[in-house]
């Protein structure tokens, strides 16, 4: 999304969540979605974290309240992790999400056009410890 936002640039506007009338740019719909697949990690107003669903020793128990694991599958009302658990695909990308908005602002994206993101993204991979054996 971010590469359609280097094209058409701030002006063009889609609506947001679909019917809602609010109006955002690509960099704003990519930040929308990155805020909604943070809040499945993130604790509510309860102290709960959407991704351990009804498993109280994950919501609860000190010792694995604060362990997050990335699910193969989410389910679609509430969030809850299901499927196979220590994933690090595509649900991983949730943490490289966090870090580029964290770091890029849209007039960087704009300004410097696709090779900015790419580079963020690169150098956010380039600074992970790997594990033995993985590149």
Sequence with gaps: MLH???YYGENFKIECPTRSGRMMSLYQVAEEI????????????????PVFGGAEKFQNDRHWRDYLLFYEYYHGDNGAGIGASHQTGW???VARAVQLFATLTPEQVLARGKDCYH?????????????????
Excluded at 39 to 48: H, K, P, Q, T, V
Excluded at 119 to 135: E, F
């Design 119 to 135: 580079t963020a993204v690169g150098t956010a991979l380039s600074s992970l410890p790997t594990q033995t054996g993985l590149p």
């Design 91 to 93: 649900s991983g990308v």
């Design 4 to 6: 359609y936002y280097t």
């Design 34 to 49: 990155s805020r909604r697949n943070d809040s499945i990690f993130l604790r509510d107003s309860n102290g709960r974290r």
